[in-house]
């Protein structure tokens, strides 16, 4: 029997499992990212808990056949990670060729979003769906586009770049350099912001009250949940934040016409309020054709996405 | 030896050619659509100047062996038009059956945007590259994307509408039904729009005289040809016609980040003057790693894209 070990490295966690041939997780945990002690360090930790996960599965490492493994930033031939920007591991990083070394395994290495996608799309979601577009939004927001079964890597792996579309050129500076990025208003950072300017002004209202006037308490649920309870005041937030969504998704609609749109992340946890108020507005931005047979629904293998993901790189078909 | 027809409809003109294996055109012509005498006419008509072409290339009928047609509007299955609008041919317009009747040939059918891609890709601007888009600006803007050697279709047929992304939403109302569209700017018609807005204001300048202060004769070519020999006020246009495509390219490529971009159709013919203006502009909104090794150029086939892409879909790779 082989096996293979899908790992999904994330800005704070690192998801790692043991699968068998057909992605199923025979076992799996969690661990802290903990990048600040570079990635040598990191990646000998990661590849620890793989040997103990092995261990406890009575696997000897010699059965695991190959590592698959999921990392923001654009990645270039399942190999290098052009711009590993979150954990300051530089630019060029040669991902795949350090886990070998340290593994001795065959590694490849995607963009985190692309394989979240992959996964939903293999295992979950859009199982049944051969042109789909995962969107995560949690920090940031992106889409792993997938086209008849295949992901779109873009020429320099920076497909699915949602979130820096600009959607609104007099708008906030994004970290990305550019301006008005639809991520500054589409992430959990962005609805918290458009929070926060809002309660400056206006403190006669619930959400005020329930982070007892400490904005810097603010969190994105917070607002989704006094939303669903009816709060017109976090209904008003939640409202803004869907009609950018919505032209994000429109466009994406426009150019590439998927069966099914997938939200995932922790942004996506908001549930029905998020989805009713993006298909309210989605019509003012998406061709009716586009929009005709659409199905619009939620991830539903959560953080065993990357994991199975991951290994769906590696795991022969 | 076996033989090939390329036809790509368009609102005025039809262009028609016979090709061998190589998709080498060894013949061509082109006639008028007239497409309100109906589909049926209009397709006997088309078949008819194949057949008129094959005896001047002393071809016999049996020699032909399969007909690839390029047409307006979203294809599906390279069979039905969905919204075959230009023509008021209604929707879900059975091309391909109505052509392999009267032709008694195999028939398959193509977007005329997506056909004119293939052909670039396969024979033009981008036979070098696995992933580009291809661009044609005349009355209207749409973009034929191509991934790893396909063409992306999407799921309704509807993908590649970049015309229809939303740039402005106070802004015009387009004939789609939406407002503010990419192509209420970014077109023929668009950039006249806007020079005769400017016009009605300011009677002053090159533009005005040239057209001898006649509004109805300005075309898109009067603007570009005025704004490349140095007319401030014909610049003023251009500029604004390309900040708002360099926004409408930043979208695609900071979705689909192709290896290179290919302009064609009427008002490319504009030539370095678009090219440039875009480039001043891209970088607002465009991720510095999309435009990388980012190539834009000018399609080399002109209506040749079309009738070569077009029989590509049938000839045998």
């Not at 990635?39 to 793989?50: A, D, G, K, L, Y």
């Not at 939640?238 to 426009?254: P, R, S």
């Not at 061709?287 to 290994?311: D, H, P, Q, V």
Request: glycine fraction near 12%; charged fraction near 25%.
């Amino acid at each position: 029997m082989a096996y293979f070990a899908g790992i999904d490295i994330g800005g704070t966690n690192v998801e790692i499992g043991i699968l068998d041939e057909k992605a199923e997780i025979l076992k799996k945990t969690s661990i802290k990212t903990n990048s600040q002690n570079g990635s040598e360090e990191t990646f000998i930790r990661i590849w620890n808990t793989v040997k103990q996960l092995a261990e406890e599965l009575k696997i000897s490492e010699r059965e695991i056949e190959a590592v698959g493994m999921g990392i923001p930033g654009p990645v270039v031939n399942n190999s290098i990670v052009k711009i590993a920007a979150n954990f300051s591991w530089g630019n060029d990083f040669p991902a795949k060729e350090l886990m070998e070394r340290i593994s001795g395994k065959s590694v490849k290495v995607g963009n985190d979003v692309k394989v979240i996608a992959l996964g939903e799309a293999l295992f979950g979601a859009a199982k049944e769906y051969k042109n789909s577009i995962t969107i995560p939004i949690g920090t940031g927001i992106a889409a792993g586009i997938i086209i008849n079964g295949q992901i779109v890597e873009g020429s320099g792996g920076a497909a699915g770049e949602l979130g820096h579309i600009v959607v609104n050129k007099n708008g906030y500076k994004c970290g990305c350099g550019l301006t008005g990025c639809l991520e500054t208003y589409c992430s959990a950072t962005g609805i918290v912001r458009e929070g926060i300017k809002r309660l400056e002004k206006d403190k006669n209202n619930e959400l005020y009250k329930k982070i007892n006037g400490d904005l810097s308490r603010l969190e994105a649920k917070d607002i989704f949940d006094l939303a669903k309870s009816g709060d017109k005041f976090s209904i008003g937030i939640v409202d803004f934040f869907c009609e950018y969504m919505a032209e994000g998704l429109g466009m994406l609609l426009n150019i590439v016409n998927p069966e099914i749109i997938i939200f995932t992340g922790g942004v996506a946890r908001a549930g029905d309020v998020l989805l009713d108020g993006i298909k309210k507005y989605l019509s003012k931005y998406a061709l009716g054709m586009t929009m005709e047979n659409l199905k619009i629904s939620f991830g539903e293998l959560n953080e065993e996405a990357g994991i199975k993901g991951a290994a769906a790189l590696v795991i022969k078909k």
